[in-house]
C-alpha cells in the first residue's frame, strides 16, 4: 500500500492557463474524490467517481473544470483558463467503502 | 443538510498538558464521524473514526474520541501533548445520502509552547 499520490505538488500558472493534476489512488479502492482547500477552510467537495463513472459533481466545479477517470484508475482534474479565485490545494482521496484517505495535495498558485 | 462545528478557531496548550478539540455536527441519522490531521502543507491523514459501537474511540498518536449522541458531539482528547501535535484539524462527517462524500469543520488550529 504506497498511499494516494498525487503530482504536481505544488504548480504556479499565470491567469489564463490550463493546469491538470494527476492522481492516483490506493490500487484497490474504487472510489474517488477530489477536494478543494483555501487558506484557513476545510477541504470542500468537488467531484466524485466510482470506478470510471462521474457520478456526482458540486456546483463549485464550474464548466471551467473538468474531471476523468479513464479505466477507473488514475484521475486527472483538469481547470481551463485559471483565474486568481482558483488558487487553493486540491485534494484527491480514494476510499473501497466508507473511509477515505488523502493524498498530498497539489498547490495551484495562479498569478 | 449535513454540517460540522469546531467552536475553537485557535488552540495554543503547553506541551506536556491535555488537549481537547470540539466538534458538533448537524445530521439526520447516524453519523460516520471522523478526526483529520493537516500539518502545513499537506494532506489530512485520518486520526480516527467512529461508526457504531463504543462510543469512546482510540486513535493513532494518542488521540480519542468520544461520541456523545444527546449533545451532538464528537470531541478529540489526547492527555499529554507533544510539540509534534502542532497541526490543523478537522472534524468531519460522511454524507451517507451523498455518495460519502466528506463533509469538514472549518478546522482548529493547535499551537503547542515548548
Known amino acids: 500500500d504506497t498511499g494516494v499520490s498525487q503530482d504536481p505538488r505544488h504548480k504556479i500558472t499565470k491567469r489564463g492557463q490550463n493546469v491538470t493534476f494527476r492522481c492516483d489512488p490506493i490500487?484497490?479502492?474504487?472510489?474517488l474524490y477530489w477536494y478543494r482547500q483555501t487558506l484557513g477552510q476545510g477541504p470542500e467537495f468537488l467531484t466524485y467517481?466510482?470506478?470510471?463513472?462521474?457520478?456526482?459533481k458540486s456546483r463549485l466545479l464550474s464548466d471551467r473544470f473538468s474531471a476523468e477517470r479513464p479505466k477507473g484508475s488514475f484521475s486527472t482534474l483538469e481547470i481551463q483558463r485559471t483565474e486568481q479565485g482558483d488558487s487553493a490545494m486540491y485534494l484527491c482521496?480514494?476510499?473501497?467503502?466508507?473511509?477515505?484517505?488523502f493524498g498530498p495535495g497539489t498547490r495551484l498558485t495562479v498569478l | 443538510a449535513q454540517s460540522v462545528t469546531q467552536p475553537d478557531i485557535h488552540i495554543t496548550v503547553s506541551e506536556g498538558a491535555s488537549l481537547e478539540l470540539r466538534c458538533n455536527y448537524s445530521?439526520?441519522?447516524?453519523?460516520?464521524l471522523f478526526w483529520y490531521v493537516q500539518s502545513p502543507g499537506q494532506g489530512l491523514q485520518l486520526l480516527l473514526k467512529?461508526?457504531?459501537?463504543?462510543?469512546l474511540v482510540q486513535g493513532i498518536k494518542g488521540f480519542e474520541a468520544e461520541f456523545k449522541r444527546s449533545q451532538s458531539s464528537f470531541n478529540l482528547r489526547k492527555p499529554s501533548v507533544h510539540w509534534s501535535d502542532a497541526a490543523e484539524y478537522f472534524c468531519?462527517?460522511?454524507?451517507?445520502?451523498?455518495?460519502?462524500?466528506?463533509?469538514f469543520g472549518p478546522g482548529t488550529s493547535l499551537s503547542v509552547i515548548p
Open positions: 482521496a480514494s476510499s473501497s467503502w466508507d473511509t477515505q484517505y
Open positions: 467517481f466510482q470506478n470510471e463513472a462521474q457520478l456526482e
Open positions: 445530521y439526520g441519522a447516524t453519523p460516520y
Open positions: 468531519a462527517v460522511v454524507s451517507k445520502t451523498s455518495y460519502d462524500k466528506v463533509i
Open positions: 490500487s484497490e479502492h474504487n472510489r
Open positions: 467512529y461508526f457504531s459501537g463504543d462510543t
